[in-house]
């Protein structure tokens, strides 16, 4: 079990949501924690935008939570919430070695007074991964590292069973990212929530919104909230994974699905106010692959740095060098911009000082013993 205290989790569902005001039948009906501390902040980079753009704020889901934040949080509130009223002690998903939803699912989980199991598959080496690894111990979590995904698949459905047969509840399986219609939830509250801060005068009413896509629960929930509170935002969804798993087509079918589990619950949303809120997929800072960092996205990185904005190689830097594509070029003239700042700002360093990696599954000791990728070092 876990060796340190995290936050706790209350079980009570969050008075504070923006998505039970818009749509009151899902406070009673879809079961949440909380685990996020929201509204997130928005901050202005008047440095940055300079007179290249009318406004540029960035939506603050670093801050999220103390322990561990990021966007995984979001999804997490109704996943966990679930798991917690089916009476599941435990929870078991899926990523690669350093996976940001894996460690946010084990620390969560943790916060509720759940286990939780991770599969894990190979990636490319990277700095974040051994600190991932090792606050995944931290959370208690258990861990098991496979070659594959036909393999991590095969080794879920046995790991499901093993621990139905050990205490008697099957774990709450939850897929990759966090990214079913119920995670993507959570996003669509985050929509609602920026709405809210719009209507307040904290910013003004965004033109375009820059964030990475990975497995979209994000992106297609930030989609849904923002069309329900009516406002007309373009989301430049900048593809940071293959395009086997960020695609357009299972994008509409997560978008569709999540609209089905509102309209379940008497919750509707009009065609037209959707198509106020067109997703723009861009291909071009991908690079070569998944976690293997790019050079705009290093530049971008280091631009960030320079207004107090900390980013990775893997997702954000890779979004945020789209955003100043565009904005250097000219096309942000005028507009009102939003940066969704997806990664933990947490810092891990302390909680992980004295965890030994070799207490680890043996297989997963290879992130220690070999050098990180060179725009890493
Ligand atoms: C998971 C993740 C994303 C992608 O979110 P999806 O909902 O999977 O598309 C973006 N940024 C960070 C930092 C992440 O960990």
Redo the contacts with the bound molecule.
């Keep these: 079990m876990q060796r340190i205290a995290l936050e706790p989790a209350t079980r009570k569902r969050p008075a504070e949501r923006d998505l039970w005001r818009q749509f009151p039948a899902l406070e009673g009906a879809l079961p949440c924690l909380n685990l996020a501390s929201l509204p997130t902040p928005v901050t202005a980079l008047p440095a940055l935008a300079g007179d290249r753009c009318r406004a540029l704020f960035v939506k603050r889901d670093d801050q999220i939570a103390s322990t561990y934040g990021?966007?995984?949080v979001r999804k997490l509130e109704f996943l966990l919430g679930h798991a917690v009223d089916r009476g599941c002690r435990e929870v078991l998903t899926f990523g690669v070695a350093g996976s940001?939803?894996a460690l946010a699912t084990a620390v969560c989980a943790a916060r509720a007074g759940l286990s939780s199991i991770s599969m894990l598959t190979p990636q490319t080496n990277t700095r974040y991964v051994a600190k991932n690894l090792l606050m995944s111990l931290v959370a208690g979590a258990e861990l098991h590292y496979y070659r594959t995904q036909a393999e991590a698949d095969a080794g879920a459905r046995f790991q499901l069973l093993r621990h139905k047969r050990r205490t008697g509840v099957e774990p709450l399986l939850i897929p990759g990212?966090g990214?079913n219609a119920l995670g993507t939830v959570g996003f669509v509250n985050a929509g609602l929530e920026l709405a809210s801060q719009v209507d307040a005068g904290l910013l003004p009413a965004p033109d375009r919104i820059y964030?990475?896509?990975?497995?979209?629960?994000?992106?297609a929930g930030l989609r849904l909230g923002l069309a329900a509170a009516g406002l007309k935002t373009r989301i430049m969804a900048v593809r940071v994974v293959h395009p086997n798993i960020g695609n357009e087509a299972r994008l509409e079918a997560l978008t569709q699905a999540t609209i089905e589990l509102l309209r379940t619950h008497g919750c509707k949303l009009a065609p037209s106010q959707l198509a106020d809120v067109p997703v723009e997929l861009c291909h071009d800072f991908f690079g070569r692959k998944y976690a293997v960092f790019t050079d705009e996205g290093m530049a971008a990185i280091r631009r960030a740095a320079e207004h107090g904005l900390q980013l990775?190689g893997t997702?954000?830097g890779k979004a945020f060098a789209a955003l100043l594509a565009d904005l250097d070029s000219g096309a942000l003239d005028g507009q009102s911009v939003v940066f969704w700042n997806?990664?933990s700002s947490a810092n891990l360093s302390p909680l992980i000082a004295d965890v030994d990696y070799r207490q680890l599954p043996t297989a997963l000791h290879w992130y220690f013993q070999h050098p990180v990728q060179r725009l890493d070092r």
């Design positions: 990021g966007n995984k940001n939803h990212g990214s964030l990475p896509l990975g497995t979209m629960g994000t992106v990775d997702y954000t997806t990664l």
